[in-house]
């Protein structure tokens, strides 16, 4: 037998029903056990696990309540489920209450070129290059590149500073060059570019 959700309710004569109560609670405790602590343990109860299943669409908010659940996104790294996140009002007023992306399915920490993810949508793409003019293709891809921001490292001939300076050319949606007017020999430079997916 399986479970039934219409017992209690039209129920047969109690002696026939005692058999589908029995097998409804055995049925209960199994379905309950898969993502929560036995109803048999000091921790009843607790959930283990949260199980989201892939929503087509957002499914929005009403009053007061929160929604964290998860889609299917279409990123440069391929399809993948990912958690959202929407809540009933961003201030200020004016600001539209859109879903928030939580999570991301690539994280790239092996180097020399490090990624990461931010909520919303957006990867953080970091790393350090040596002499210039350089192009830095990112990876995996990206959507586009929302901002780039070069740091030439500071060198000093005996003490004294070597003035040079550093800039970024977007040259697609996952590569842009690094180059500096006044940087002669081998000089290094930190980067990180913020992107979209």
């Known amino acids: 037998m399986t479970y039934n959700p219409n017992i209690p309710t039209d129920l047969p004569p109690p002696n026939v029903a005692v058999d589908f109560i029995r097998t409804n609670f055995s049925q209960y405790q199994t379905i309950f056990s898969k993502n929560h602590t036995a109803i048999n343990n000091s921790n009843q109860g607790k959930h283990e696990a949260i199980i989201y299943e892939n929503q087509a669409n957002d499914p929005g908010i009403t009053n007061d309540y929160d929604a964290v659940y998860s889609k299917s996104v279409v990123s440069s790294s391929g399809t993948s489920s990912q958690l959202f996140l929407q809540i009933p009002q961003f201030l200020p007023n004016s600001v539209p209450n859109l879903p928030q992306q939580l999570t991301f399915n690539t994280v790239n920490k092996a180097g020399p070129q490090f990624q990461s993810f931010l909520p919303g949508g957006y990867t953080v793409h970091f790393g350090q290059v040596s002499s210039v003019p350089v192009t830095i293709t990112l990876t995996p891809t990206t959507g586009g590149i929302a901002s780039v921001i070069v ?34 020999g081998i000089y290094t430079f930190t980067w990180i570019a913020i992107c979209v997916q």
């Open 151 to 184: 740091n030439p490292n500071n060198f000093t001939t005996a003490g004294t500073p070597i003035p040079f300076d550093a800039f970024a050319i977007v040259l697609g949606p996952s590569s842009f060059s690094i180059n500096s007017s006044l940087a002669t």
